[in-house]
């Protein structure tokens, strides 16, 4: 795990239930990697958000941009507020329904779902275990100081 990462009991301050980075107040002060290529594995991801405890796992941040992992199990419910960033949700397995707006829309592998930053939205109905690649645009958090 990156040593920028550690698990906390913070809240997203963009809506995410939990996180796994460093207070939100301190994002600011962390240094963006210098690596002009990251790669990740999804089996080393998941294996990470499952020792955190929490839903959500940030694996990337750079100053435009942050990426995460969100964990539901089904019939889980999603906490989540609106975010202050745009917001791609691309679905890695599990099913379940994401209301954007008051429109329902049915998730499952393969789908892609651009949320604009200050849209309500969640997931419910989760029929089966939902992974979620999270992409923020600009980093999450960002905006919202």
Do not use: C, W
Not at 39 to 68: D, I
């Amino acid at each position: 795990m990156d040593e920028r990462r550690t698990a906390t009991n913070e809240t997203s301050r963009s809506g995410h239930p939990v996180s796994d980075h460093p207070d939100p107040a301190d994002l600011g002060s962390q240094p963006a990697s210098e690596e002009p290529v990251e790669r990740f594995e999804l089996s080393t991801l998941q294996a990470e958000q499952l020792v955190a405890g929490k839903p959500y796992l940030e694996f990337l941040r750079r100053g435009q941009l942050s990426a995460g992992l969100y964990v539901l199990d089904a019939g889980a419910d999603d906490l989540q507020r609106p975010h202050t960033e745009d917001e791609v949700y691309h679905v890695l397995e599990g099913q379940a329904v994401l209301e954007v707006d008051g429109q329902q829309r049915s998730v499952k592998p393969g789908s892609t779902v651009f949320v604009a930053a200050g849209i309500a939205h969640r997931f419910h109905s989760v029929a089966a275990q939902l992974v979620v690649l999270v992409i923020f645009a600009p980093a999450e958090g960002s905006r919202s100081r």
